[in-house]
Structures are given as structure tokens and as C-alpha cells.
């Protein structure tokens, strides 16, 4: 037997496996008694003419519905209720219908869609017998005269009557089959979700439990949930959490929430929630539902607090890193000033001449209390940026004199090493709104950082150039470059890149103080290099005065941004 390929969708129409045997012994059992009824009229003369036809034909369905065994389906049902439809009509116009000798089988439609089974069936069964009925009215009008023979219509009333207990009857187990075949799938769907680790949960929407499947979680107990609802185990200031969740599930979205249990408070409970049935297809009278899981939190609440308890350690370390930093500058910053103002003094023989030996030593101080000096220097700056203490003072003037001043201050250091620096600048003023000192810085640590690392003979090139409202500063030297491992390092505070003898030049703070000061704008700093040809570091800010609002007069504007991560990685 083939499966069914199709049926009408009502709960009850899909054909049950075990109702066919059944059902082809009724269609047999139906066209044997006709047969015989045929035959045995025929033959004592109580059956003649259009009535015998009539007989025969009601055989026709009775034997057709022996093919069910063949291939069943809603189908092949359907397309049998119409035979009996049919057979019904004709023998209804060949016999006079209601007020001839077949009167009874008029009513064949109905019994046939009754063993059939289902509900749309029977109905359509009774269609039939409203078609055979109005067929045989009319034949009765005007046709005839029929003949009498109430032997005959009382044996195929009695035909039809048994022929429709057995139909009820085979309607009824089918039906019967059909329940314990659903309740044998709910059992098995309840024993699934009872081995589940978790608690399953049927709600409505105030809280109210109407069942529950699976292990629940400690603290969680079962039996109060039924009598009390969900809502009064939760802890009352976790309530309008899980309340607002319940209310997202009902509009058709999943939920989830945490909570802790009123019965232990040092324990918690998740819950995911979703709607059982579809809120575009719910109708108006139906009650909405939700399906609920509840899973044992209290690991994981533990684990979320000691990652939450470390991150906060953290912080503290790193602000109080930050301000240590800041106040050993300061405190560093007087004495070094003293011993750069003194070994200048001695540098300039302000007082004398000094002996080569003591004139070589204090030209040594001063150069080694200026490089500390500026390692102070970018140490605070770093410090003011990771404690959100740095503040911009913005004010509007014209970017290319920040960078024809950059360059002038690295002019000498650029000779002294035989670098060839240039500028590249727009002959227009490039009018723009930010930090001036700032942007100095920038400039400064790039010029510096390029001249480091490019030995003589080589270039640095700045350019500067504005696009919409971005400003655009780039400085390439033919340097000696950057691998691309080291590449991504770059631009965290104290990061290096190169060998020993690179890295013993500088101390990694100058390329975090640009991408820091950069990003403070708004902007963002990226590198680009080839190891043994050369790097270009551009710094973009969108701080170009044209079409922007413009500052308040009276003087700069003074604001203070939150610095990004420092550990943040560099576009390369």
C-alpha cells in the first residue's frame, strides 16, 4: 500500500493504516447484499426493469472501494464518496427516488462517508444525499409510474441501516485510533522532555503553570510552582525583569533572563522563553502560551562575578598605575630641570671656561636630561590619556603653520644626521578646528620618529592636505622599516619595533601618544611600511572648518574626550 501523498488539513481526515481492512470488508459486505438483492429479485420478479438497474448500479461503488487496498489516501476516499454520489443519484432517478421502492439507498452517501471516517467525510456524504435526494424529486415528478413493492423498500432500508451502524462503528474506531495514536505520541514527547537536564515549563501568560517536564533546578521546586505560579518563586526585585521578558515572548520573540530563586537567593536560575503558537496566526479567542526553560545559573553567575571582580581589580591597578605615573613626572620633572638649567650653564662656560674633559661630561648631562625629559614628558601625556584626563582646548587657525613649525624644530637634527626633510603644502590655508598643541605633538613625534630611523642620506616627506573635512597629514622616510609581525605592535604604549639597537633609541611612546592624541579628534592613525624601503604613517582628523559649526566667540572651546583603549591595535 502506498502512503498518502495529501490530505484536507481538519484533525480528524488523514486515513489510519489499521481502518482499510476493515473498510474493504464493509465495501464488499455492501456490494455482495446488492448483488443478491439484484439477483434474487430478478429472479422471484419482485425487481424488474429500471429498478434492477438501479440495484446494480449501487453494486458499482461497493465493489470500486475494494481498490483502497491498492492505494489509499484522501484521495482515493474523495474520489469514492463521489461514486457513491453518483450511484446514488442514478438509482435515485431510475427507482423514483424518496417515494419509490430504493428510498433507502439515497442515504448510501452518508453511511459511506461515516466508515470512511472523519468529520469532512460525513459531511461530504450528506452532500451526496442532498444531490440523490433532489435527483430523485425530480425523476418522481416527472417521471413514472414507478412501481410498488414494499417488500423491496423495506429490505433496502434495512441495507442502508446496517450498512450505516457498521460505517458509524468503523468511524468510531477509527477515530479511537486515532486518539491513542496521539496520546502514545504525547507520551513519548513527555518522556522526552522528562530525561532532559533542565526544567520544562507550560505558562500562561500571568505566571500560571500548567506543566512542567524534566529535572528542576535547586532551589526550584515543582509542587509550588503549580499552586503558587512562576512569579512568586522569583525574587521580588527580579520580578519586572521576568515579567518584561514574559511580555517579549508574548509578542513572538525569544526571551531570556536570569534570576534568583525567593527560596535561595545565592543561587540563580535562567529562563528562555518563547510563545507556543505563532502570534500572526493565533485567533482572538485563543489563549496564548509559553513554553519555558529553566536552567541552574549558578556557576556561571559565580564565574560572571569573579571575571567582573578581576576586571575591577584591573581598572584600579591601571588608574592607579595612571596616577603614579603622573605624580612621579611631576616629581621627576623639578629636579631634571634643575640639572638641564645647570648643565647649560656649564655647556655655555657662563661663568668661565671649563677643561675639555668637564665641558665633554656636561654636554653629556644635558643630552641625557633632555631625552629623560621627554620621556617624562610622554609618560604624563600617556597617563593623562588612560585616566580620561587630557582635555582639548579647540580653536580654529591654519594647519600648515603647526606643520611648517614641526619642521623647522627637527631641521637641525634632520642635518646633523644628513636626512633630507621637505614639506609638501597646500598654497591655500587649510583653516582647521582642534588642539593646536596637540596636533604640534604630532607632528613632533612623527618628524622625530622618522628622522630615528632613516639614516643619512635618506628623506622624510611631509604632506598635508585637506579632503572634505578631513585633515590628512602623512610623513614617509626611505627608513629602514617595519616587519610586518612588528607592524601590528605598533602604536601600544611601549611597544618597539627592529632589533636591540633600534629599540634602544626610543621607548615606544611616541607613536601611542599620535594614535591616543588622533583618536581624542575623532580621527585615526595608520601605517603602512616595507621592511628596508621605508614606512608613511598618515593621520587623518576631521577637523577642517569648512562646513562645520563654527566655535563660539570669545576665545578656544575646551573639552575633555574619553580616550580609546591604548591596547587597541593599529590600522596597518
Not at 60 to 70: D, N, Q, R
Not at 334 to 363: C, H, W
Not at 369 to 383: E, R, Y
Amino acid at each position: 500500500m502506498t502512503p498518502p501523498d495529501h490530505h484536507d488539513g481538519s484533525p480528524d481526515s488523514s486515513p489510519v493504516a489499521g481502518d482499510l481492512p476493515t473498510l474493504a470488508a464493509w465495501h464488499a459486505t455492501w456490494a455482495g447484499a446488492a448483488a443478491l438483492l439484484a439477483l434474487g429479485g430478478r429472479w422471484f420478479g419482485d425487481i424488474d426493469g429500471a429498478v434492477f438497474y438501479a440495484v446494480v448500479i449501487m453494486v458499482v461503488p461497493g465493489i470500486a472501494g475494494l481498490g483502497l487496498l491498492a492505494r489509499d489516501g484522501d484521495r482515493e476516499r474523495l474520489a469514492g464518496l463521489m461514486l457513491w454520489s453518483l450511484a446514488a443519484t442514478l438509482a435515485a432517478v431510475l427507482s423514483g427516488g424518496l417515494s419509490g421502492p430504493l428510498a433507502g439507498f439515497i442515504f448510501m452517501p452518508m453511511a459511506a462517508g461515516l466508515a470512511m471516517g472523519g468529520q469532512n467525510r460525513a459531511l461530504a456524504g450528506l452532500v451526496g444525499v442532498g444531490l440523490a435526494a433532489v435527483a430523485g424529486a425530480v425523476s418522481a415528478r416527472f417521471g413514472g409510474p414507478w412501481p410498488e413493492g414494499p417488500q423491496i423498500a423495506a429490505l433496502s432500508v434495512l441495507m442502508v441501516t446496517a450498512a450505516a451502524a457498521l460505517g458509524l462503528r468503523l468511524s468510531w474506531r477509527t477515530r479511537e485510533a486515532r486518539l491513542a495514536a496521539a496520546e502514545a505520541g504525547v507520551a513519548r514527547v513527555e518522556a522526552l522532555l522528562s530525561r532532559q537536564p533542565g526544567l520544562t515549563l507550560v505558562l500562561e501568560p500571568s505566571g500560571r503553570v500548567l506543566a512542567a517536564y524534566g529535572a528542576p533546578p535547586p532551589a526550584l521546586p515543582v509542587d509550588p510552582l503549580f499552586t503558587l505560579g512562576l512569579i512568586a518563586a522569583v525574587h521580588a526585585p527580579d520580578r519586572p525583569t521576568v515579567l518584561s521578558a514574559i511580555e517579549r515572548a508574548l509578542g513572538g520573540g525569544e526571551a531570556a533572563v536570569q534570576f534568583a530563586p525567593r527560596l535561595a537567593l545565592d543561587r540563580r536560575v535562567n529562563l528562555i522563553l518563547r510563545r507556543l503558537e505563532d502570534p500572526a496566526t493565533a485567533t482572538i479567542d485563543s489563549a496564548p502560551r509559553l513554553i519555558v526553560q529553566a536552567f541552574d545559573a549558578t556557576n556561571q553567575h559565580a564565574r560572571e562575578l569573579g571575571l567582573e571582580a578581576a576586571r575591577h581589580e584591573a581598572e584600579t591597578q591601571n588608574a592607579g598605575k595612571s596616577r603614579f605615573l603622573a605624580n612621579m613626572s611631576h616629581e621627576l620633572r623639578t629636579p631634571l630641570n634643575a640639572v638641564l638649567g645647570f648643565s647649560d650653564i656649564m655647556r655655555q662656560r657662563l661663568f668661565g671656561p671649563l677643561p675639555d674633559k668637564y665641558a665633554e661630561y656636561a654636554d653629556a648631562i644635558h643630552e641625557a636630561g633632555g631625552h629623560l625629559l621627554d620621556l617624562i614628558n610622554d609618560v604624563l601625556d600617556v597617563s593623562k590619556i588612560e585616566a580620561h584626563r587630557y582635555p582639548l582646548s579647540i580653536e580654529r587657525f591654519d594647519a600648515r603653520e603647526v606643520v611648517s613649525a614641526g619642521i623647522a624644530l627637527v631641521r637641525l637634527s634632520a642635518n646633523d644626521k644628513g636626512v633630507d626633510l621637505a614639506g609638501v603644502l597646500p598654497d591655500e590655508p587649510v583653516e582647521v578646528a582642534a588642539d593646536r598643541r596637540a596636533l604640534k605633538q604630532i607632528m613632533l613625534n612623527l618628524l622625530s620618529n622618522a628622522i630615528k630611523f632613516t639614516p643619512a642620506h635618506g628623506s622624510v616627506t611631509v604632506t598635508l592636505e585637506a579632503i572634505g573635512p578631513y585633515l590628512e597629514v602623512i610623513v614617509a622616510d626611505t627608513g629602514v622599516g617595519v616587519a610586518p609581525d612588528d607592524l601590528k605592535r605598533l602604536g601600544r604604549p611601549f611597544e618597539q619595533a627592529g632589533d636591540a639597537d633600534q629599540k634602544s633609541q626610543g621607548t615606544g611612546l611616541g607613536l601611542s601618544l599620535v594614535r591616543a592624541l588622533a583618536e581624542l579628534h575623532g580621527g585615526r592613525m595608520s601605517i603602512e611600511s616595507t621592511l628596508g624601503e621605508g614606512t608613511a604613517v598618515t593621520v587623518r582628523l576631521p577637523v577642517v572648518v569648512a562646513g562645520r559649526a563654527p566655535v563660539p566667540p570669545g576665545g578656544a572651546e575646551i573639552i575633555s574626550l574619553p580616550a580609546l583603549d591604548p591596547a587597541r591595535n593599529v590600522d596597518a
